[in-house]
């Protein structure tokens, strides 16, 4: 069923490769009675410090997935900031969405015990704010997009999410989103003798639109990152075992209305035929455990542009040392303001509409803090 928010979403050019979607000419603006749908857990670092990163990662990922399900589109503009997501929505969806956010607030409250904010802001007072919300798309695999948006505008919707503004109360006790596909099935990602590192890179005060993209390339180059340099992701795709950790998680978002012991069940048999499957490789019809995997990597948003870089990147000592430097070179010039967290593991969160299909989605943090980590240590 195609939408007006897909329609639009399907219509905008695909930037073939990431650093071109730094070149913000190419970026459409929003429609002027477009919304913002934005989540954020609160107290997510608490939660994070407390082990409760998968947690928090599923909270994020739950309103695209939902929103994503409700509209019957996955051509929709979204970004996953970790402890929380965006989700762009034309006028004509926007009801709906309001009750996908009211659902997952209920959802997250009493089946993930976080408290999960939610606003649908208006495009039309970020302009009025001084910010704008542009939008390019920005292949990542053959089968998947994400989306560049710059202007300052969803950055701006944050803020007055976290201020309280447009509030989404939540939905009536027992109210449910449709979070069919969600799952966080692989093994935490990590690698001997390297570090995780969440990275947040915004303009500076002194960077010009043209300055930013410059040292975003820059930034880039030094990373060798029109491949996939710097990816915590194996070229064979992420691992699993079982038993899986994230079931209980899963079981509790994705149950309906299965008691939550019938729907751990159910995954634990699901979960343990998937184990057998990829363990030994076998291909059930068109089903190739090895490409579903390798694909799942490709499929990884482990770098997006939002109002600046966000990416959660694998480097040893040295490359860690040559990315601080850097960056602080830019910053001392005041051409960038950033933040990093550096974390032992990543975790992947995962919407999968089907497995037969390579369009599948993975969402990437880090285990350690991730990006609410690195916002919280962003140096101006």
Same mark, same amino acid.
């Given at each position: ?34 919304? %913002? ?29 939902? !929103? ?17 997501? %965006? ?21 997250? *409250? ?105 040292? +975003? ?11 996939? +340099? !710097?990816?915590?992701?194996?070229? !064979?795709?992420?691992? %699993? ?15 309906? @209305?299965? #008691? ?16 057998? %499957? ?31 870089? *966000? ?9 860690? *040392? ?22 032992? @593991? ?7 509409? #089907? ?16 990006? !609410? ?8």
């Amino acid at each position: 069923m195609e939408t007006e928010t897909s329609r639009f979403a399907l219509s905008l050019a695909t930037a073939s490769h990431f650093s071109a979607a730094l070149d913000e000419t190419a970026h459409i603006p929003l429609p002027e009675d477009w919304w %913002i749908a934005a989540t954020d857990v609160v107290r997510s670092r608490d939660a994070i410090a407390a082990g409760r990163y998968k947690a928090v990662n599923m909270a994020g990922v739950s309103m695209i997935s939902a !929103a994503m399900n409700a509209l019957g589109e996955f051509d929709v503009p979204y970004a996953f900031g970790g402890d929380g997501a %965006i989700v762009a929505i034309a006028e004509g969806e926007a009801g709906l969405i309001r009750e996908v956010l009211a659902k997952t607030v209920t959802l997250a *409250r009493e089946e993930m015990d976080l408290e999960l904010r939610a606003a649908l802001v208006p495009v039309a007072r970020l302009r009025a704010d001084g910010f704008d919300v542009r939008v390019e798309a920005v292949r990542i695999s053959d089968a998947i997009r994400n989306f560049a948006f710059s202007g300052g505008g969803v950055s701006h919707a944050e803020h007055l999410l976290k201020a309280g503004e447009y509030a989404v109360a939540a939905a009536a006790p027992g109210e449910r989103p449709d979070l069919t596909g969600l799952s966080c099935r692989w093994t935490p990602i990590s690698a001997a003798g390297r570090k995780i590192v969440s990275i947040i890179v915004e303009p500076g005060s002194a960077a010009s639109k043209t300055g930013f993209t410059e040292s +975003g390339r820059a930034f880039l180059e030094l990373l060798g990152m029109e491949g996939d +340099g !710097a990816s915590p992701i194996p070229p !064979a795709g992420p691992g %699993i075992q079982w038993p899986v950790e994230g079931v209980e998680l899963e079981a509790r978002a994705t149950r309906g @209305k299965l #008691s939550v012991a019938a729907m751990r069940r159910k995954l634990n048999v699901q979960t343990f035929l998937a184990w057998l %499957i990829f363990k030994t490789g076998i291909r059930i019809g068109t089903f190739d455990p090895k490409v579903y995997q390798r694909v799942t990597g490709q499929n990884t948003d482990f770098r997006k542009l939002q109002d600046g870089l *966000r990416m959660t990147l694998s480097f040893d000592e040295a490359q860690l *040392r040559q990315v601080e430097a850097f960056l602080e070179d830019l910053r001392s010039r005041k051409l960038v303001r950033y933040g990093l967290c550096v974390q032992e @593991k990543a975790v992947l969160t995962c919407f999968v509409p #089907s497995v037969t299909d390579d369009a599948h989605f993975h969402f990437l943090d880090g285990a350690g803090g991730g990006y !609410a980590g690195a916002a919280s240590a962003m140096r101006e």
